[in-house]
């Protein structure tokens, strides 16, 4: 089978979405090596993404170059995908995100990855690029999709409340991290006081992942950690790119009486490094609004690290009853900071075997099993 795959992630880094695809499509092609994969790159490959060898039965299509640069890749992909479609011979084609170019020939069989609904639930935390693309071919690709797949049970609730009138009526739920990137991992003494060093961490600290984004919640830590700070030297370290409305957070750490050493920001980091905090963070904390799956949770348990995340959305799914796990209703500011407190002087154990459904290599041997029963239902 010719798979057609909407490769555009790749082309801007993203660290959610574009970390959930890379490792879903290298294990899908090393699982399904009969079938060969073309995957569109509007733009070339960012290089963030740390990419080397590939299956044999991917080929990159990279049209860097071909198109005007600030033609958004939506408008290519309206322009290459039924074209690539016919000149291939496609049986299928997939997108990361809910997404379907028009007039793709009929006979070829379409499938989107829903990873949220921030766009219906938050759309104000969005900028409005994002809320009119979105409007535009959200709710289309997923009610024309022939096959529907949800990175989390949440998620797919979610799709069955607001899209109750769709094609693909058997929805796949299935999401994961790459296990081979992240796992617990002993460092040595001389590693331990390199990476403290390279970011400036004294002591004890907490660990926040993911972009500056309003729906990340990460004004509140940045409100709470101060006493932390001051009481106990307790640092938080934040890596995550900036997004919009990042201003916000620079409001705060700008204010001449937020303790500036009690937050380090470390912007992007490598995979490996990334891997490193995890395993010598004392624990990872989120307060996010809402989350599709919660990868950053699911990174951090699986490198050992005990979690701290709040009681909502995927993340109760990701959490509740795993060793390691703590769950917080609501944002009262002394329940996070004893929570805290309590899980780095307990030191927690986390139990990576209760995390066994999310692991890519079963996940996508579900997700082939699930296609093919639905191709002979058609």
């Known amino acids: 089978m010719n798979i057609l795959v909407d490769g555009r992630i790749w082309s801007l880094y993203s660290a959610g979405v574009g970390t959930f695809f890379t490792s879903a499509i290298l294990e899908w092609a090393r699982q399904c090596d009969k079938d060969t994969f073309y995957i569109i790159l509007p733009k070339g490959i960012d290089t963030k993404y740390e990419l080397q060898d590939f299956p044999n039965n991917i080929v990159l299509l990279n049209y860097a170059g071909r198109f005007p640069q600030r033609l958004p890749n939506i408008f290519i992909l309206q322009l290459l995908v039924p074209y690539l479609c016919r000149k291939l011979h496609i049986s299928l084609y997939y997108s990361p995100v809910p997404h379907l170019p028009y007039f793709i020939p009929s006979k070829v069989k379409t499938m989107v990855t829903v990873h949220d609904v921030v766009n219906i639930e938050m759309a104000h935390t969005m900028s409005w690029t994002n809320r009119m693309a979105t409007s535009i071919f959200f709710s289309q690709a997923i009610k024309k999709a022939d096959y529907l797949w949800t990175n989390s049970h949440y998620t797919k609730s979610k799709v069955d409340e607001y899209f109750p009138k769709r094609c693909c009526r058997d929805i796949f739920v299935g999401g994961a991290v790459d296990r081979n990137v992240f796992h617990p991992k002993t460092l040595s003494e001389q590693d331990y006081e390199d990476i403290k060093k390279k970011y400036g961490i004294h002591n004890k600290f ?15 830590l940045l409100n ?22 990042s201003s916000d957070i620079r409001t705060i750490v700008e204010n001449p009486e937020f303790p500036k050493e009690s937050t380090i920001f470390c912007g992007y980091v490598t995979n490996s490094e990334l891997m490193m905090l995890y395993n010598i963070a004392d624990c990872f904390v989120s307060a996010a609004l809402m989350e599709g799956l919660g990868m950053p949770q699911l990174e951090a348990l699986l490198c050992g690290c005990p979690i701290i995340t709040a009681n909502n959305s995927a993340m109760t799914e990701v959490a509740k009853d795993k060793d390691g796990a703590m769950l917080i209703d609501g944002y009262q500011p002394e329940k996070w900071q004893d929570t805290i407190l309590r899980v780095i002087e307990e030191k927690p154990t986390v139990n990576i075997e209760q995390l066994a459904e999310y692991d890519w290599e079963v996940v996508i041997r579900k997700l082939s099993e699930q296609l093919n029963m639905q191709e002979e239902r058609l």
Do not use: H
């Open 224 to 245: 709470i950690i101060p006493d932390l700070y001051r009481k106990y030297g307790i640092q938080l370290v934040v890596v995550g790119g900036k997004s919009w409305k």
């Open 206 to 220: 907490v660990l926040f992942v993911g972009s500056l984004e309003p729906r990340k919640n990460l004004r509140f």
